[in-house]
């Protein structure tokens, strides 16, 4: 079993927030149906409720790069104090 380290984690965390708020942008940046004569209030809900989701999705994936950006702060701090030790 392979264990990767930190850093590696921290940047695959990154690189998935990323990759969760460029797809969050693209939801919310979508137009949303123009209402037509066919077209109903729930569909109207749906779009709203959509566009939400997008937002919150966009938020997630901003704690989440914070949250990697921390974990590579970390094992940064960590080494440099590891190679202090040593030396």
């Known amino acids: 079993m392979q264990i990767q380290s930190a850093y590696s984690s921290g940047l695959q965390g990154l690189q998935s927030a990323q990759s969760g708020l460029t797809q969050a942008t693209i939801d919310v940046a979508k137009p949303t149906p123009t209402q037509s004569s066919t077209q109903t209030e ?3 809900e749906v779009a ?3 566009k939400t989701s997008a937002l919150l999705s966009a938020n997630e994936s901003l704690r ?3 949250a990697s950006a921390k974990v590579i702060e970390t094992d940064s701090e960590t080494i440099g104090s590891i190679i202090d030790i040593k030396v």
């Open 42 to 44: 729930p569909s109207k």
């Open 48 to 50: 709203q409720t959509d």
């Open 64 to 66: 989440q790069g914070e």
